[in-house]
Structure formats: C-alpha cells, structure tokens
C-alpha cells in the first residue's frame, strides 16, 4: 500500500468583517482542512468525513483547536437582561458553543477574571472531559471589578503551557461587558501572540467599552463582535446566527462532484462533512469560504485511496490461474 500523497491548497483574501449581531475588524478570510490525518492509507471504498475550519483571522487551521474561553465575572455581569442575569446568559451561551465544537479534535480551558483571574478549568480534551468543561462554565460568579488584561494572561499560559497539544491552534474567546484598562488589555494580546497564540476574538455584551474590545482583538489577531442583543448570543456561539470568526458562508464541493451550498458550521468556523466514499485514484474536496463582502478563500483536499490488499492477493491469484490453464491448452 503506498502512502496518501495530500495537497492542501489556501487561498487568502483581505476582508473587512460584518456578522449577523454586529462586528468590525479587517483580516484574512483563511479556510483549510483539519483532517484526516494527511499521511494516512486510505482504501476504496472507504468512509471518510473530512472537516475542516473557516475564519476571518487568516488563520490556517492545524490538527485541531485549544481553546481558552476568557469569560468577565465582574460585579456588573449580576445586571438583569431580558429576564436572566447577563452572567446567565454567558454561561448559556459558553456552553452552547463548547457542545457545537468538534469532540475529537478540541479541548477547552476556562477562565474567569475580575479583579484578578482564575483558571476554572484546564485544557481538557471534550472527547474525554465536556463535563468538567460544562461544569466550571456554571461556577462562573458575578463579583469584583474587571481586569480583562489579568484573564489574557491567564489564558496565554494555559494555551501555551504543557497541556497544549502540538499542532493544534491555539485561540481565546474573550467576553465582557464593562469597562477595562484598555492598554493594559492591548499589551497582554500582544504579549500573547508573541508568545504563540494564534487569535484573540472579543465579545462585547451590553455595556462594554467598543474601543476597548476592538482594540484587544486588533491586537491577537481576532475578531470583535458587539453582541448588543443577548438572547442572540447562544445562537452566535453555536453557530446558527453568524459566529465569532467573521465568516458568512462555506461552500463545498465533494469526491463525487456534488454541491453542498452554505454547510453548517459552528460558532468558531468548524465544519464535518457527510459521508463520503472514496474512490480509486484521486478524491478530491474543495472548501470555499466568504465573508460578509464577498471576499474568499479556497482550500483543497486530495486524498488517494487505493485498492485493499486482498485485492492484490485476488488479482494475482486469478492471473496465476488463468496462466496455468494457457499452458495446459497448449501442453
């Protein structure tokens, strides 16, 4: 059997960035493919799904995602919206985004910050521990002022601390609603980035300083969102209404030649495609991702399979025996 011969192609767009709640940056509209595995031996007949990741970051995906959500539990997050604390709300909608992330390929760390910050919880693989996950998002309290500097930080080292998984791409989602010291904020994206995280998108619920947030995701590399309506951020988070990275739509054309308009993806830009059966030779995926203007990006997937061994064996045995019975007919 010989080995997948696997090309990924990425074609990037300079684009300035709308969502369906509300958003502002300028990025590189990226899409790429997570998996499978490029170098693994694929075989006719095989069931595939490939999935990939779409953005406005420029980011192209690696073989999965750590992801820290920076969450405020400052005081203020205790102030009734639409019947349910703004501190409900995030954790509603946190929790709805870690259910719509792909288990096999994503693990989690939870931080809370106030005054100060607290890791909740740890990068945790969802394949093994979402419960954990879920659970330190419920314990998120609503006390104390709003150092949104003092969660990048603390995020910045669980991202790139030991518990980081080579390959993958490291990203916070950070969320508030008050008020911050803005250069103190700019200076720990920058230092984070500096230090290997690949994106820090901003979510900005009712009250928060606009310049403020912006200027954190300016600086990681991310994308701003103003979620001015809170009964659309569980929507925005799992993906169903806009998402956090900037995209508007991904298209994609399979192996057979068939057409899948606006698949589905989640709150960060992941998309699974359906079953597919590969054929002999060349399989081939192509990803097409646009933002709100209209700009895109293009990736490409070629996976090769080829026949079982048992097919040689069969093969070779039939040629045997159709060889011993021409040299009978002419003995």
């Known amino acids: 059997m010989t080995k997948i011969i696997r090309q990924w192609l990425v074609v990037s767009a300079v684009a300035s960035i709308g969502l369906g709640v509300s958003s502002t940056s300028i990025a590189a509209v990226a899409v790429s493919w997570t998996g499978p595995s490029p170098l693994a031996t694929y075989s006719v007949g095989e069931i595939v799904n ?3 990741n779409a953005n406005a970051s420029g ?6 995602l750590d992801l820290a959500l920076v969450l405020d ?5 205790s102030t009734i919206n639409s019947g349910k604390s703004r501190n409900a709300w995030l954790e509603e909608a946190s929790a709805a985004l870690v259910n719509a992330l792909p288990v096999d390929s994503t693990s989690v760390a939870v931080i809370d910050f106030d005054s100060s910050a607290s890791l909740l919880q740890g990068l945790t693989p969802l394949s093994s521990g979402s419960a954990s996950v879920l659970s330190a998002i419920t314990a998120i309290d609503a006390s104390g002022g709003t150092a949104i500097d003092a969660g990048i930080d603390r995020a910045s080292t669980e991202l790139t601390g030991s518990n980081h998984i080579d390959g993958r791409t490291q990203m916070m989602v950070v969320v508030s609603d008050g008020e911050s010291n803005r250069a103190a904020a700019v200076a720990s994206a920058t230092a984070a980035l500096g230090l290997g995280v690949d994106a820090i998108h901003t979510v900005g619920i009712p009250g928060h300083n606009v310049l403020t947030m912006q200027s954190i995701a300016t600086a990681g590399n991310g994308i701003y969102t103003n979620a001015s309506d809170l009964t659309s951020l569980v929507d925005l988070f799992n993906g169903t209404a806009g998402n956090l990275v900037g995209i508007d739509y991904v298209d994609v054309t399979m192996n057979d030649g068939s057409f899948i308009s606006h698949i589905a993806i989640d709150g960060l830009g992941n998309f699974v495609l359906p079953d597919a059966t590969l054929f ?3 399989n081939v995926f192509t990803a097409v991702a646009y933002d709100t203007l209209g700009n895109s990006a293009t990736a490409e997937l070629i996976l090769t399979a080829v026949p079982e061994p048992s097919t040689y064996a069969m093969l070779g045995l039939g040629l045997v025996l159709v060889g011993c019975a021409y040299r009978r007919r002419i003995a």
């Open 73 to 77: 539990s400052s005081g203020s997050m």
């Open 59 to 64: 980011i192209i995906g690696g073989t999965g």
């Open 50 to 52: 490939p999935f990939g």
């Open 280 to 282: 002999f030779g060349a």
